[in-house]
Every structure is written in C-alpha cells, then in structure tokens.
C-alpha cells in the first residue's frame, strides 16, 4: 500500500505544481482564482421620493413591487402613512428616472425629495 502511495504522490504533486503559476498568474493579473474578475462592491445610493395617488393601503405594495422589480433596486421601503419611498439602488444600472417613470405607469406620480427633506 505505500508503494501505491508513493506511486501515486509524484504524479499528483507535479500537476499541483504545472497548475500553480496559472493560478498565481490569474491572482496577479485581478482574474481570481479561476479566471473570474473579483467582484467589487457596486456603489449603491439612497433616494427618496415623495408619492402622490396612493389611495389605499394596498398601494404601497404595488409602488414597491414596481421598484423592486427594476434591474438595480436592491431595496425599496414605501410608507402609505408618510407618502415616501426610500430606494437603495445601484446608478450604474438604474436611474431616478427610470424609477419615477415606473411609479407613473402604474398610475401614481412620484418626485424626488431633497435630502433634507421631510
């Protein structure tokens, strides 16, 4: 059995070192361990917005279901009492437009509040 060992040992070292200076190449070069780029941290932001036409409770979910539903939305909190959504979102991939113009096609309108807005 340790002859099989030993046998066996030589082959599988040598392969572990032939694969080695692809896998440090790849580390060196941002590729990652297996050829797939690191991910980075998108920047997200906050936005606020302020709603109007939300005649029900109800409402708020549809509101947040059109925003959550948009490519870039990684949050979307909707308060019915308060008239206001709060969006997490990544703009490289989603604009406070494109959100806006999703909250009108469900019939409501939305604008965008200042950051220090109430």
Sequence with gaps: M????????????????ALAPTYWSRLIQGQGAYGVMPVHAAEIRTVRLALKGLACASCKYAV???LSNLD?????DVSYKKR???????PDKVTTQQMIEAIEKIGFQAEILPENGR
Aim: net charge positive; proline share 3%.
């Design 64 to 66: 947040k279901t059109a």
């Design 84 to 90: 206001r959504a709060t969006v997490l979102f990544d």
């Design 2 to 17: 340790e002859k099989i060992l030993k046998a066996a040992a030589l082959p599988v070292l040598l392969a572990i070192l």
């Design 72 to 76: 870039g939305v990684s949050r979307a």
